[in-house]
Nanobody, 114 residues
């Protein structure tokens, strides 16, 4: 399984970006899909996840600003990021979980300038 993330870039604080992750196969097989991020000098952290049943989970710092969605027909999972802050700057990774096996995308850089 390959996950291809896209949509990162440079944006000013307060702006928006939309990340997309395309899977090389049907995402119906994944129990959970989501996004993680890793800022310079920090550990990778969970940003948002969505189960196959549609339940979502967000880390506290992005609640109300980020929205995760998945399109089973297009085999994609997306992350709409609004009201971006400089502390959101990180490499964002797409993740998929199937029976406790983790799959990772290559990461896409998001830089938020103040």
């Amino acid at each position: 399984v390959q996950l291809q993330a896209s949509g990162g870039g440079l944006v000013q604080a307060g702006g928006s970006l939309r990340l997309s992750c395309a899977a090389s196969r049907s995402i119906f097989v994944f129990n959970v899909m989501g996004w993680y991020r890793q800022a310079p000098g920090k550990q990778r952290e969970l940003v948002a996840t969505m189960t196959a049943g549609g339940s979502t989970n967000y880390t506290g710092s992005v609640k109300g600003r980020f929205t995760i969605s998945r399109d089973n027909g297009k085999n994609t999972v997306s992350l709409q990021m609004n009201s971006l802050k400089p502390e959101d700057t990180a490499v964002y990774y797409c993740n998929a979980d199937r029976r406790s096996i983790q799959y990772w995308g290559q990461g896409t850089l998001v830089t938020v300038s103040s």
